[in-house]
């Protein structure tokens, strides 16, 4: 795949507050070498969940999962960096936790297709839209990081 600098959108769900491996999850991310440029802790609305999962809206799991993303504050991530999305689903793992490899997030942490800790965009599109949805412009920060060159591609070098 072609380097990228991509940026993806990250819910820790309320699993992850609750069972406090929100320090435990972010720093998988962090020695990633993600960068984070938007962070902020929110209680989900109605209209904003329904939005958020309306792919899933005929699924019978729907109102569960409206309440379980509902029962605790979450944080709301930004991550940037090279194949950012791709390489943060990779980390996350698939959506059931009791069927993702050791070594990924949900695969470490989670046994359940519901309660599977985070939040990751799947695709560019969809990513862009999500921050849009849940970020203002000015909750972002564009700055430099020291280890960039070192993270991010040899042709630094
Ligand atoms: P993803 O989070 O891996 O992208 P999606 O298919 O987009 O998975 O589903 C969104 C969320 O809906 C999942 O992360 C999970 O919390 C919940 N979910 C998906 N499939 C099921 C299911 O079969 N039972 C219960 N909850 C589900
Ligand atoms: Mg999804």
Known sequence: MRDKEEQTFIIMKPDAIQRSLFGEILSRFERKGLKIIGVKMVKISDPLLEEHYSHLADKPFFKTLKNY???????????????????????????????????????????????????????????????????????????EKPDYKFVYSEKFF
């Open 69 to 143: 993303m509902k029962s605790s504050p979450v944080v709301l991530m930004v991550l940037a960096g090279t194949n950012a999305i791709s390489a943060t689903r990779l980390i996350v793992g698939p959506t059931k936790g009791y069927e993702a490899d050791a070594g990924s997030i949900r695969g470490d942490f989670s046994l359940s297709a519901q309660s599977n800790l985070v939040h990751a965009s799947d695709s560019p599109e969809t990513a862009k839209k999500e921050i849009k949805r849940f970020f203002k412009d000015e909750e972002l920060f564009n700055y």
